[in-house]
């Protein structure tokens, strides 16, 4: 009833309104005049009898009583109360059919020509206004009225302008199709082109070359912008994951692709800033240059120590012509008039800028997935949208079309296990007995972290003491190997312990693997760092300590990927090749995501702890990840199967990035911290070699400032009550923390809002519902009182004869 109204009521524009946007007070004359309409053919249609009393014989005839028919079987009191409601009002009416669509920007097109207006609606007389009954009451829509419409649309667009014709297209909501056909009507032929009759030739050839410019360059855009997209980087390859494995697979994939964004990132910064400039005046070597021997690939010595990849191969000075490094500790001093380019201030400023940066990125990047994981409104009607709104009507080639199908059959999969979970719940006994299971697996998975924890320290304690292993250089790949091994070994155990616990949740299930490897791998972490900065720093004293930190951090990131291969290939293809032939089971091997995901954050964490000593060690981290992404994607697709259980990970990319953000960029970042302000610097090698600590390259430089002159005199105050005051950086933390806090409410508060609203729209249809059922009730008793009542009166007007002829017979 409530699609055709645009048509029926078409409401004119008074001379003040046009160009305004219609009121509230003007929306509610016209349902008043729209109520008033529907009493008066109501009234007609009672008094005449004519379509009601042949409707009421055919429901008289029926005996069955329903709770909801449609709206032409229902009685007049019925009509007049749906025509009351709020959603049968002429503001919502609008937009829902094509035809109301069409009526609607044809008017928006009146009003930006400014058309006369026509008389409103009160000023027809009766004869003249539509009538109800011509529609059967049920207001059907009218294709020919429709297509009037749709002609005087077109008409007006034809007159308006070919920006504001494609604007109001675009914004139209209507079907691609019919846009297009619109679009094509309104096209002006060639021969009449607007303009001045009569200005053929030089109007008319710049107007058609300024329009066939316009079209050229929109069709360049669009043409960028699709080659944008597809130059997205494993673009295919990502949807075809997504739709074979589902979205928790999918996830660990996605996550591998951020982290390449924040390792290119920061080594972009790192290179501009640091290795750069020490490329582009390079100081002298020491000694003669090392032969490379290949072994280097593995321990990252030998002839990569003398290079920029690490830490001692930095000058001291302030760059400007080729300088030599004395061992002697003495500061190299250039030439005057030189490029003023402080090496150890950009050192350190560098480290400390591309931390910042990489810490708001991450933050945001946290940000924006939790927004994206926990939205405010609730996933109420998922399914439905699923169902109806997935498919992408633009797809035209087969592949991607078997792509979309195979994700959104996946998705389906994992919504209806979710549901299925969530009507499911166990009962006490097994929750206590699922507790007491739980427990006792904790506290085996955290033994073995305490012991992995202990048996790296021993090793560790056992290779400082040792110095004849310490002269091999092979002998320095034994602690990775050792720590590689453990960090293989020990998820395998607390993945056969976590077979004794009955999750009823996937998701939980996998939730607890990523807490007991994270305990893991930050035992075996805190362990490393207590050995490098507080064991090998004594130890090392006359060395070039820092050399050594970051070539044990190169030589852990490559045996790490090193021990992950030999896991692909042995943990993988060697376990579906034997279950397959040997077993003769068709189940492949599911991929632990929990294990995979916690070793992309033990090689970033490696990472960020190294950038300090080893510079490039994020180009070794980029080529890591990218020889990892194409060797578990082969793996998954030739060894792995889909999870058993289908499970929603619609907040695994926030977890991921949590992680990410505190245990291990936090941990990093203390660890920087401690390097930079309490351990002294080797006193032969680095950027740093005459300071007490790192830090004061900071304050030489502000002393450096200060005796320059006055033109930069603000520089060294900046730096002492912005940087060095502590009081600046509580106020910049209280002023996030309120920041935060006034989003965590504004959070809650629409929560409430939405909640307030949500039951207020199921009591206004409870109320509808209810009120219908009341007027159904009343109407029923009615037709049974004139049925009764019309009995009555034809047994009352019987013939007598027919009732004498009853009696004799």
Not at 445 to 455: D, I, K, S
Not at 607 to 617: A, D, E, I, Q, R
Not at 670 to 694: E, I, N
């Amino acid at each position: 009833m409530a699609q055709p109204l645009a048509f029926i009521l078409d409401v004119p524009e008074t001379p003040g309104d046009q160009g305004q946007d219609p009121s509230p007070y003007d929306e509610s004359e016209v349902h008043d005049s729209f109520q008033q309409l529907i009493q008066e053919q109501s009234q007609c249609a009672a008094q005449e009898g004519l379509e009601l009393q042949q409707r009421e014989r055919e429901v008289t005839g029926s005996s069955q009583q329903t709770l909801w028919r449609p709206e032409g079987t229902q009685s007049t009191a019925t009509l007049r109360i749906l025509a009351s409601m709020p959603s049968r009002t002429i503001a919502a009416s609008i937009g829902r059919s094509r035809g109301a669509i069409i009526s609607q920007y044809y008017n928006r097109t009146v009003q930006l020509r400014r058309r006369s207006s026509r008389p409103l609606l009160g000023n027809f007389v009766r004869s003249a206004r539509p009538s109800l009954r011509l529609y059967d009451l049920e207001l059907d829509p009218m294709a020919q009225e429709e297509e009037e419409k749709q002609s005087l649309l077109v008409k007006e667009l034809q007159s308006l302008a070919v920006a504001q014709r494609d604007h109001m297209l675009r914004g139209m909501p209507l079907s691609l199709a019919e846009k297009r056909s619109l679009r094509e009507k309104s096209r002006t032929p060639r021969g009449k082109w607007r303009g001045q009759p009569g200005s053929g030739g030089v109007c008319s050839c710049c107007g058609r070359l300024r329009y066939a410019c316009v079209l050229a360059l929109h069709s360049l855009g669009l043409a960028l912008l699709s080659a944008l997209q597809a130059l997205t980087p494993w673009r295919y390859a990502l949807k075809r994951i997504g739709g074979q494995f589902g979205s928790s697979v999918l996830s660990y994939f996605l996550f591998l692709k951020t982290l390449l964004a924040f390792n290119a990132l920061l080594l972009l910064l790192l290179v501009a800033f640091i290795m750069g400039p020490q490329v582009a005046f390079p100081p002298a070597l020491p000694g003669p240059a090392p032969v490379c021997t290949g072994l280097e690939l593995l321990t990252g010595a030998g002839c990569f120590t003398h290079t920029v990849m690490y830490y001692g191969h930095y000058s001291n000075a302030t760059l400007n012509q080729p300088c030599g490094s004395p061992l002697d500790g003495s500061q190299c001093t250039p030439r005057v008039g030189g490029l003023p380019y402080n090496m150890p201030l950009a050192y350190l400023s560098t480290v400390g800028v591309s931390f910042f940066i990489t810490c708001i990125t991450l933050v945001y990047s946290m940000a924006h997935a939790f927004g994206e994981s926990y939205r405010v409104g609730s996933t109420s009607g998922i399914h439905a949208i699923t169902v109806f709104c997935s498919w992408d009507y633009k797809v035209t080639q087969k592949r991607a079309s078997r792509l979309q199908q195979d994700n959104i059959r996946t998705r389906l999969k994992e919504l209806l296990a979710e549901w299925q979970l969530r009507h499911s719940p166990r009962s006490v006994c097994g929750r206590l007995r699922q507790a007491a299971v739980l427990g006792l697996v904790w506290l085996l998975c955290l033994g073995t972290a305490l012991g992995c924890a202990m048996a790296v320290h021993v090793f560790s304690e056992f290779m400082i003491q040792s110095p004849e292993a310490a002269g091999q250089e092979a002998a320095l790949l034994v602690l990775p190997l050792v720590v590689g091994l453990l960090n293989l070994g020990a998820p395998y155990l607390c993945r056969v312990l976590a077979a004794l616990e009955p999750h009823d949740s996937p998701v939980l299930e996998v939730y607890v693997a990523i807490c007991r490897n994270l305990i893991l791998k930050l035992a075996i972490l805190g362990t490393l760092c207590y050995h490098w900065l507080g064991r090998r720093v004594g130890v090392l004293q006359g060395q070039c300590w820092e050399d050594f930190v970051g070539q044990e951090l190169y030589r852990f990131l490559v045996m790490d990927f090193v021990l992950m291969l030999l896991d692909t290939l042995f943990g993988e293809l060697v376990w579906r090749i034997i279950s397959e032939k040997k077993l003769k089971r068709r189940r492949k091997p599911e991929f632990d995501i929990a294990r995979n995901v916690l070793e992309l954050i033990y090689g970033q964490t490696l990472t960020w702890l190294g950038v300090l000593f080893s510079p490039l060690l994020p180009a070794v981290q980029i080529i890591k990840l990218l020889l990892v992404f194409y060797v578990k994607k082969t793996s998954l697709l030739a060894n792995c199967q889909a999870p058993c259980r289908p499970w929603l990970a619609s907040h695994m990319s926030t977890v991921f990035l949590t992680l990410l953000c505190f245990p291990a960029f936090l941990g990093a970042a203390v660890f920087l911290c401690y390097a930079v302000w309490q351990v002294k610097p080797s006193s032969t090698c680095g950027p740093f070699r005459t300071l007490d600590t790192m830090y004061e390259a900071g304050r030489v430089w502000v002393r450096h400032l200060e005796a320059a002159g006055p033109r930069v005199s603000w520089l060294p105050w900046v730096h002492r009550y912005l940087v060095e005051n502590t009081f600046f950086v509580f106020l910049v933390s209280a002023l996030l923390l309120a920041v935060i806090y006034l989003n965590i409410q504004v959070v809650r508060g629409q929560r409430k809002v939405i909640c307030l609203l949500k039951e207020q729209i199921s009591n206004e249809g409870e109320d509808k519902i209810f009120l219908i059922n009341k007027l159904h009730s009343i109407y029923e008793r009615k037709e049974r009182e004139e049925r009764s009542r019309v009995g009555t009166t034809e047994e009352a007007a019987a013939p007598p004869a027919l009732l004498t002829d009853e009696q004799d017979a």
